[in-house]
């Protein structure tokens, strides 16, 4: 049996995402009533104000879908990942995918990332239910300045779930940490993104793909320059 399939673990996974659908459901339909173009300009645009945003969104998990956080542990299990950056943790449900297949490749860190810091005090708590927080370092704060040290590691595998307008910043920053072959994984983006547009333009050192689920997901392998 898999780490992600155990029952102290699904048990806490299935809390988790049922908790999410009933204290998010107000976020969605907020968002669901915005235009494409003001979705863009809130999230996306660089001019955004990421701090203002995720303060405003504190209490929500906003949280990776089910079937795109098993497809995270499957390509961090498959990369055989043993350090893994993560830039979002919310209540730690993304975090939870990435160190249960920390667990199954025998062991390793994930270093994660969250702006709110109630919301990174339950993320750990979070873990500890699921008794993977042996695993994994919570950074509260800002990611561009957590993250500007690297990691102490090579880093194998990248899941981006934070500020979407942070995601081609976020990447740079961690691009001279990476191992050959590192694995991308990022949230709710659309083919006209920032991040899309900077991992499938192969000066970048990328090669990038869709993943066709319905949050809108990116995968990109780093070739190198």
């Known amino acids: 049996m898999s780490t992600l399939t155990s029952p102290v673990v699904n048990a806490v996974i299935d809390r988790l995402y049922a908790d999410a659908e009933k204290q998010d459901r107000p976020l969605r339909e907020s968002f669901e009533k915005m235009s494409p173009e003001e979705r863009k300009r809130i999230f996306e645009s660089q001019q955004a104000d990421y701090r203002a945003l995720y303060e405003r969104m504190s209490s929500g998990y906003l949280a990776i879908p089910r079937e795109f956080g098993t497809f995270v542990y499957l390509l961090a299990r498959a990369r055989n990942a043993k350090t893994l950056v993560e830039f979002g943790t919310s209540f730690g449900l993304s975090t939870i995918h990435l160190a249960a297949a920390l667990r199954d490749n025998g062991g390793g860190r994930v270093v994660t990332t969250e702006f709110i810091e109630s919301k990174a005090a339950t993320a750990r708590q979070n873990l500890e239910a699921a008794g993977l927080a042996d695993l994994v370092e919570i950074r509260p704060g800002d990611a561009l300045q957590s993250l500007a040290k690297g990691v102490g590691a090579p880093i194998d595998f990248v899941l981006l779930d934070g500020a979407k307008?942070?995601?081609?910043?976020?990447?740079?920053?961690?691009?001279?940490?990476?191992?050959?072959?590192?694995?991308?994984?990022?949230?709710?983006?659309?083919?006209?993104?920032?991040?899309?547009?900077?991992?499938?333009?192969?000066?970048?050192?990328?090669?990038?793909?869709?993943?066709?689920?319905?949050?809108g997901n990116e995968m990109s392998v780093w070739a190198g320059r």
């Open 165 to 215: 307008n942070l995601y081609v910043p976020i990447l740079k920053l961690l691009e001279p940490h990476l191992a050959a072959r590192a694995v991308i994984a990022a949230d709710n983006t659309t083919d006209d993104s920032p991040h899309v547009l900077y991992v499938r333009n192969p000066a970048n050192g990328y090669v990038s793909v869709g993943v066709p689920y319905p949050s």
